[in-house]
Nanobody, 124 residues
């Protein structure tokens, strides 16, 4: 069983920054792709970013490209999401997800494990 715990969410003004962290436990973290998703009130969960097992490849939703950066530290079994130039439309619960293999994906169904989420609220 894999446990994922997100942290770093909060309230920030538009234009500000936040760094989300996701701590993983329960299996060899470095073998697996990771992703970040978000869900705003009344909306479907949507893809934000993904990173493959060794950090060598990343992918972003068009809405966050150039503002968000996903990274990982396999020595700490952690994945991060640096969010800059935040906008009110970035307000959502952000979820960390772990894949069953070495690569990530934009598809939520690709992931086997999910964290409980961390709230990000961006005020205008």
């Amino acid at each position: 069983q894999v446990q994922l715990v997100e942290s770093g969410g909060g309230l920030v003004q538009a234009g500000g920054s936040l760094r989300l962290s996701c701590a993983a436990s329960g299996r060899t973290f470095s073998n697996y792709g990771m992703g970040w998703f978000r869900q705003a009130p009344g909306k479907e969960r949507e893809f934000v970013a993904t990173i493959k097992w060794n950090g060598g490849s990343t992918d972003y939703a068009d809405s966050v490209k150039g503002r968000f950066t996903i990274s990982r530290d396999n020595t700490k079994s952690a994945v991060y999401l640096q969010m800059n130039s935040l906008r009110p439309e970035d307000t959502a619960v952000y979820y960390c997800a772990a894949a069953g293999g070495p690569y990530g994906s934009r598809r939520s169904g690709h992931y086997d494990y999910w964290g409980q989420g961390t709230q990000v609220t961006v005020s205008s």
